[in-house]
């Protein structure tokens, strides 16, 4: 073979060769871009899947979110309504109790305004019947003026109130206090009153002191009121004890007692003067009953020794102006009796008094006009002086023959 036939041959074996190397290229271009697609395809589809996945964990995730807020919206709208129908209850609740409240006021001052009526009533009945006993003649009160008023009935007598007819613990004492319908001793609670009595800083109201200063004003101002309120008591009868406490508690403070010698003008002073005015104060008497003078003023206080001092439970009295009362004899009516009408010389001094004329002493006390000019001038006029003994009696006989109106 000649040359040209081998370089033919190579030639072509070169140029198929050639396309062979061509063709793979090709195909290995073909192919690489196929994959190459293929795994965009694969990559997209993960981040489709991938996307996908996240969506649905958001969607999840709002769902579960979704959920928790209506759970929570739900709870809310139940604590709500709890709360209203809470509300609701309370208001009915207090509603309820209110009325319940408005109804138990009402009760209790229907309750209050019936015992105050019933008081009244009882306080007219009994001012009736001591207007009975006044306008008849009869010595002896009615028995429905008798009637004996006790506290608690059960119980023992509270030894306080038997001894001085006043107990700190007044009708709310666990013992029993006995209240006399009449008697002859009126008691006037808290009548006297003077800034000695209710300070606390000033110590003791020492009588005695007092005596020593019988100018002072303290005393002056006693001695005006002694005078004052014995002469208003005075018009009505004769008095046979008369004793203001100076004790500090309150209780006793400025107690008034005045024991007449006839039980009419006992009731006489107290139809006319009981919630009278004396000084801008409103007057309260009781009746009461005092069986032994001794025993309802402290024994100590006259010796100046009291231990109790300020919180003394018995009576410590002022020492009265010109020894007036200042004895602690129980007065007898049954021995006055006996007494003045054995002695025919002393009958002439009671020749006015309530024992024998009780109606003409009452009644004269309507005789204002022509007696009005008399008014407090018994005490006031005459100088202590004339009254330098201590007999009461001879007090009574200077003042037994004038007598004046009582104020109305
Ligand atoms: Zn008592
Ligand atoms: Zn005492």
Known sequence: MGRHAEWRKLAKKQRRKRIRTLQATERDKFFSTEWYIKQQEIEEQLLLEQINKQNEEENA????????????????????????????????????????????KKKEEERIKAAEEEQKRKHKMFMDHLDKFLSGDS????????????????????????????????????????????????????????????????????????????????????????????????????????????????????????????????????????????????????????????????????????????????????????????????YDPEREKERSSRSSVRSWRWSESPEREPLKRVSSRRDESSERRHRRTRYRDREDDDYDDDDDDRYYRRTSSRRSSHRR
């Open 61 to 104: 995730k709002w769902i579960e979110a979704e959920k928790i807020a209506i759970a929570q919206w739900k709870r809310l709208q139940e604590e709500k309504q709890r709360a209203i129908q809470l509300r609701a209850e309370q208001e009915a609740k207090m509603r309820l109790e209110w009325e319940l409240e408005q109804e138990r």
């Open 139 to 330: 010595v002896e009160p009615p028995p429905e003026l008798k009637v004996v008023r006790e506290t608690r009935p059960e119980a023992e007598n509270c030894p306080f109130f038997t001894k001085t007819s006043c107990c700190r613990f007044g009708d709310q004492c666990s013992r029993n206090h006995q209240y006399p319908g009449i008697s002859r001793v009126l008691l006037a609670t808290n009548f006297y009153t003077h800034f000695g009595l209710s300070n606390a800083d000033v110590s003791e109201y020492d009588t005695d002191i007092m005596l020593e200063y019988e100018d002072s004003e303290t005393y002056k101002e006693y001695k005006e009121f002694f005078y004052d309120v014995l002469s208003e008591f005075e018009k009505f009868g004769r008095i046979v004890q008369f004793k203001v406490c100076n004790n500090y508690e309150k209780h006793l403070r400025g107690n008034t007692y005045v024991e007449f010698a006839e039980l009419r003008c006992a009731v006489a002073a107290y139809r006319a003067l009981h919630t009278r005015w004396y000084g801008g104060r409103q007057l309260s008497l009781q009746f009461c009953n005092i069986t032994s003078w001794s025993n309802a003023i402290c024994g100590l206080q006259l010796r100046r020794r009291c231990p109790k001092g300020r919180a003394c439970n018995f009576l410590h009295v002022f020492r009265n102006p010109n020894n007036l009362y200042n004895h602690n004899q129980n």
